[in-house]
């Protein structure tokens, strides 16, 4: 089975502009991956610098596009890791992630990391199915 790499415009081209070596969504077989991605502004393709209750839903909102435009759902995603700058916004993250995943959420792993190279608080990747 040969594994496939997917566009998903506009965050593919913002990603490459950042020169980063990954794909936004690659699938294999009937399994999607979709990259952790900072949260672009959709418009610019800038980072957005807001609180980080609004980087958590542009976030969502990006995972969802990736994983509707490989044909799936949220509903179909069964792994996510959050990758966040604060642990002490554990709560406020939960909140946003409840909305997205109201029923039977995926499994999920928080980690705590120092920073990215560029500023933002929040990434967070997932695999699905088709």
Not at 28 to 40: A, C, E, K, M
Not at 85 to 101: G, L
Request: charged share 25%; net charge neutral; hydrophobic share 40%.
């Amino acid at each position: 089975m040969k594994r496939e790499t997917i566009r998903v415009e506009p965050l593919s081209t913002y990603l490459e502009r950042r020169k980063a070596p990954a794909s936004v969504v690659t699938r294999h077989g009937d399994t999607i991956y979709v990259s952790g991605l900072p949260p672009f502004d959709p418009e610019t393709g800038d980072i957005v610098e807001a609180p980080l209750e609004r980087q958590t839903e542009i976030v969502l909102e990006q995972l969802k596009r990736c994983v509707e435009a490989a044909g799936s759902s949220l509903e179909r995603v069964v792994r996510c890791t959050v990758y966040c700058t604060s642990a002490e916004k554990f709560a406020a993250v939960n909140a946003i992630y409840a909305r997205y995943f109201p029923k039977d959420p995926p499994a999920r792993t928080f980690v705590n990391v120092p920073a990215w190279p560029f500023r933002f608080d929040i990434e967070i990747d997932c695999i699905a199915v088709v």
